[in-house]
């Protein structure tokens, strides 16, 4: 759902920069006056053209955020990731420690179970002859 209302304002803002463009064209939307930017003078701009550039810089400005907003994103997705690993070893740890644990109380359980079931030596019997 909101992919399609993603794609709708999308194309409203496009159809919207077509039309000022097209509409502010021509010689007599003239910038009045020097338009300068960065040292250079742009002479015999019409209001259209100048529309046009400011979308193009809109556009590269929003090319812009979306990269630091991916940059983030994949920080933050990085650090759970990073708290999950730690969570995942600590119970490994745990797991492992009480696994060893119940591995020497079964050894003990199976030694004094096989000295209870041998026989010792003095309940055999003896032959006097």
């Not at 794609?7 to 502010?24: D, E, M, R, S, W």
């Not at 006056?33 to 810089?57: A, N, P, R």
């Amino acid at each position: 759902m909101i992919l399609i209302i993603g794609l709708i304002i999308l194309a409203v803002a496009a159809l919207l920069a077509v039309f000022g463009v097209a509409t502010n064209g021509g010689s007599t939307h003239l910038v009045n006056g020097d338009f300068g930017l960065f040292g250079q003078h742009m002479t015999g701009l019409s209001t259209g053209q100048l529309f046009l550039f400011g979308i193009v810089v809109g556009l590269v400005a929003a090319l812009g955020l979306s990269v630091l907003r991916g940059f983030f994103v994949r920080g933050l997705a990085s650090r759970d990731l990073q708290k999950e690993l730690k969570r995942s070893r600590e119970e490994t740890l745990t797991l492992r420690s009480d696994f060893e644990r119940l591995q020497k109380e079964l050894a003990a359980e199976r030694a004094r179970k096989s000295t209870v079931e041998t026989p010792s030596n003095d309940q055999t019997p003896s032959t006097n002859s």
